[in-house]
């Protein structure tokens, strides 16, 4: 089955230092990969498409120098959160889509984010 | 931009009775994608329904929802409720086939008892 992995599950950083987060998709090709951010008491907002051989998409509010996404391959997308302050807290989901199945995205288990 | 709006924070139901978790939309989008996914606790979300169709009904694990275009809504229905349904609830909202730059609502925590 297509499943999603997400590294690290839980990471702790300090003000104004960066952090590095994992997405894997396993058992299937991620043509694309999207990441979103659950602030706390809040829904799910998205950061960013990244879709292979495309340039990535930045939503409104989010930038690629504050979110630096690489996406190599069809199975491992990977972004940072640079100088991570306290509103960058949060689970950051990654959404894979597979190839050839245009409405099904697979979701990780995120990665919590605290910042300290 | 697109929008969703849910039933708002926590519903409680008593194991046995009916499931409706209200979603409504606004999209520029004529022919939008409606899902809805559970998240049960630490777990990340699954899709549970999704639908494209207008006015078809679209049925998984018990949960059934119809996409009414005419009132831009997709409510979330079950005829009864189960203590493992307790989860919370989200409405999200593409308005593109790809479905991948989903808009999601707020979240509905459902609670259910005995």
């Known amino acids: 089955g297509a499943l999603v992995y997400q590294y690290p599950r839980r990471t702790i950083c300090k003000s104004g230092t960066s952090m590095r987060m994992e997405c894997q998709a396993v058992?299937?090709?991620?043509?694309?990969v999207a990441w979103y951010r659950q602030s706390p008491q809040k829904t799910f907002e998205l950061i960013a498409l990244?879709?292979?051989?495309?340039?990535?998409?930045?939503e409104q509010n989010f930038t690629q120098e504050k979110f630096p996404i690489s996406h190599p391959n069809l199975s491992f997308s990977s972004m940072t959160v640079l100088n991570a302050y306290l509103e960058d807290r949060g689970l950051y989901l990654c959404?894979?889509?597979?190839?050839?199945?245009?409405?099904?995205?697979?979701f990780g288990p995120g990665t919590r984010l605290l910042v300290l | 931009g697109d929008s969703v709006t849910q039933t708002e924070g926590l519903v409680t139901l008593t194991e046995g009775l009916p499931v409706m978790l209200n979603c409504t939309y606004q999209?520029?989008?004529?022919?939008?994608?409606l899902f809805w996914y559970v998240q049960h606790l630490n777990e990340s979300p699954r899709l549970l329904l999704k639908?494209?169709?207008?006015?078809k009904r679209t049925e998984h694990q018990g949960f059934h929802a119809t996409l009414h275009k005419s009132s831009s809504s997709f409510h979330l229905q079950k005829s009864s409720a189960q203590l493992s349904d307790s989860a919370l609830y989200y409405c999200?909202?593409?308005?593109?086939?790809?479905?991948?730059?989903?808009?999601f609502g707020q979240g509905t925590i459902l609670k259910v008892y005995l």
């Open positions: 959404g894979a889509r597979e190839r050839g199945r245009q409405d099904t995205q697979y």
């Open positions: 639908s494209f169709t207008d006015n």
């Open positions: 058992g299937f090709q991620a043509t694309s």
């Open positions: 990244s879709t292979v051989n495309s340039a990535i998409k930045y």
């Open positions: 999200a909202l593409s308005g593109t086939s790809s479905g991948q730059k989903l808009v």
């Open positions: 999209t520029i989008y004529s022919n939008p994608f």
